[in-house]
């Protein structure tokens, strides 16, 4: 059985619900805390299929990118008009709340090739919504039967109570360890169910 140290027990507890296919999970994890490995890792597992990762930050999706690429891990960004077939697809939030950007996704779900929606920096869905008004359409996308996952490093509980609203979230489990850093060694038995 292989060996992994994660870097909290919140991160480790955050990745089995992941990949054992709970459908709704936030994870608010400090930065520098290992969130990326939450999206990054269970796309290389053996029958995955696509996972979107929704950024509303720009400026974080060529170091996530990059990050991909250096570990091997099938990454591409999404550009209108260009088949991407790749395991982990990046979208800006403004690009997936396009008609196109929609449209890419939902064609991935109609062909099954989607494997989960992950919104990094879910925070910014609500908090930014007064001057960025686009991105309350990406709720469209709870329609769609796949995992949510939410990433954050902060949500105060008037925002988390307003994504659950808006993003009719019924079913969340979440994992929280936003006060606290610890490294503690896990022995992983096994990843996939």
Request: a negative charge; glycine letters at 4%.
């Amino acid at each position: 059985d292989p060996e992994c140290k994660w870097r909290s027990e919140e991160q480790a507890e955050a990745m089995f619900a992941i990949v054992s296919k709970v459908p709704e999970v936030l994870v608010i994890l400090p930065t520098g805390a290992g969130k990326s490995l939450l999206f990054q890792m269970p796309c290389c597992l053996q029958g995955e299929k696509t996972t979107v990762v929704i950024i509303p930050l720009t400026a974080l999706k060529s170091s996530l990118l990059w990050s991909c690429k250096q570990l091997g891990i099938d990454a591409a960004e999404w550009e209108p008009d260009v088949q991407i077939h790749a395991a982990l697809v990046f979208m800006s939030a403004e690009s997936a709340a396009t008609q196109s950007g929609r449209s890419y996704i939902l064609q991935l779900d109609a062909h099954g090739e989607l494997e989960r929606i992950v919104f990094d920096e879910c925070h910014l869905l609500e908090s930014t919504l007064d001057y960025r008004q686009k991105l309350a359409e990406l709720r469209s996308l709870r329609t769609l039967a796949v995992q949510f996952v939410y990433l954050t490093a902060t949500l105060p509980a008037s925002l988390r109570l307003q994504l659950e609203q808006s993003h009719t979230l019924q079913r969340l489990v979440t994992f929280w360890a936003a006060t606290r850093r610890v490294n503690l060694e896990y022995e992983v038995k096994r990843l996939t169910a």
